[in-house]
């Protein structure tokens, strides 16, 4: 078991943000000690590390709860939630590929900038 200092200091997660994710109905099964305090599970923290990932790839988090609300429902919305990471897959590969076209363009003015600072550069020594 994990008290909510240790999950953020894991995940990087404020003890603020935890606390949100478990009211919007992210985490649901953390369990509470008899003084009311949380207490989290190997299996909260590896809900919690697709939470992050699904976030971090751009999944809104009304996206995600949906997401985490058809997992609870069971094995019958496993069509749903295929397709929803199928769809969300594809939109992390358009993202990636336009980061890379972005990459490309940056590292074009990198180089050009850099070529022109060496001839400044070597003017300057003459």
Known sequence: ???IRDVSEKTGLSAH??????????????ER???GFRQYTD????ALGLICCLKNTGMNLREIARFVHLAQ?????LK???????????????????????????????????EMQR???????R
């Open 1 to 3: 078991m994990y008290t």
């Open 17 to 30: 943000t935890l606390r949100y994710y478990e009211k919007e109905g992210l985490l649901s099964s953390v």
């Open 33 to 35: 000690t008899p003084g």
């Open 43 to 46: 299996e909260d923290l590896e």
């Open 73 to 77: 429902e069971g094995d019958k919305t």
């Open 80 to 114: 749903e939630r295929v397709a929803l990471l199928r769809e969300h897959r594809e939109s992390v590969i358009a993202r990636m590929n336009e980061m890379r076209e972005y990459l490309d363009k940056v590292t074009r003015k990198l180089e050009y900038y850099s």
């Open 119 to 125: 001839a400044y550069e070597s003017a300057g020594e």
